[in-house]
Every structure is written in C-alpha cells, then in structure tokens.
C-alpha cells in the first residue's frame, strides 16, 4: 500500500496551493481519504476527510472556509485545495486512507509521507 502526497512547499500568507495525493496497492473507492497535519512542536491533527463518493466532507473549524478536499476516484487522487493560507497552517500534510461508515470517521488505516507546507508572513 501506497499514499503519496505532493504538492508542499513555500507560500506567502494569503497565498493558496494544492497538494495532491495518490494511492496503490489498495481499492482506492473503498476508502474514504483524508488529510493530517503536524506543525512544529504540535501534535498531528485530522483536518479534513471525504467520503469514499466523495458526497461527505469534513474540516475542521480552523480551515473551514479556507481549505478544499476533493477526489477523483477515476484517477486514485485526492487533492487539497489551500487558499488564504496563514503562518499557522505552516505543518507537514499527510495524506490518509480511513473508513466511514456513514456516521462517524475512524482512525486512519494507512498513512503516506508527508509533504512540507511553509507559509511565510
């Protein structure tokens, strides 16, 4: 099984950029997939998730707003669209495959590397 994130790298605040994920070894529309992140000094946290349809998402109060989760099933992607970025979304984004049952998000099953997101100010 593999989970490859892409994308990261260096954005001025209120900038945006997209980071993208792709998996294999695994049924990809089975899974739903999501994103974590790890700021410095901070522990991981689940940001955003979407269904394995795609017709549920889920972000957090943080990047509500600000951030896009999308998926293309046809391609085995993912992609996280990022706009209005802020120093605090500065983190390392790991791209995760988990279930849903339709009412509650579990534990990630697998996770990828991840892919550094800097944001100066």
């Known amino acids: 099984v593999q989970l490859q994130a892409s994308g990261g790298g260096l954005v001025q605040a209120g900038g945006s950029t997209r980071l993208s994920c792709s998996g294999s070894?695994?049924?990809?529309?089975?899974?739903?997939i999501g994103w974590f992140r790890q700021a410095p000094g901070k522990e991981r946290e689940g940001i955003t998730y979407?269904?394995?349809?795609?017709?549920?998402?889920y972000y957090i109060d943080s990047v509500k707003g600000r951030f896009t989760i999308s998926r293309d099933n046809a391609q085995k992607t993912a992609h996280l669209q990022m706009n209005s970025l802020r120093p605090e979304d500065t983190a390392v984004y790991f791209c995760?495959?988990?279930?849903?049952?339709?009412?509650?998000?579990?534990?990630?099953?697998?996770w990828g590397h991840g892919t550094l997101v800097t944001v100066s100010s």
């Open positions: 979407i269904s394995m349809n795609g017709d549920t998402t």
């Open positions: 995760v495959a988990l279930v849903w049952d339709g009412s509650r998000w579990y534990d990630p099953h697998w």
């Open positions: 070894g695994f049924t990809w529309e089975y899974w739903a």
